[in-house]
């Protein structure tokens, strides 16, 4: 995961700062990593119930159940 910020904020005047800019202690980074929307966070939650499945076979009945959250949710 890229953990370099994408934009920065002049704290002072609350302007964005462009290309080319010098940086100081006293700009804001933005946006650390990239927003996760609701199908990825479901899709990651499946993803780690079928990494526990060795534990007991529910964990792949809630991934099953996840992805097809994500399919009804994808079809609207």
Excluded: H
């Amino acid at each position: 995961m890229n953990n370099e910020p994408v934009a920065w904020i002049d704290k002072v005047t609350g302007k964005p700062k462009m290309d080319g800019f010098i940086q100081t202690d006293y700009d804001i980074p933005l946006y650390f990593y990239p927003a996760k929307t609701y199908e990825d966070a479901i899709e990651e939650c499946a993803q780690r119930a079928e990494a526990y499945a060795y534990m007991s076979e529910n964990f792949n009945v809630l991934a099953d159940e996840l992805r097809a959250i994500l399919r009804k949710a994808q079809e609207k």
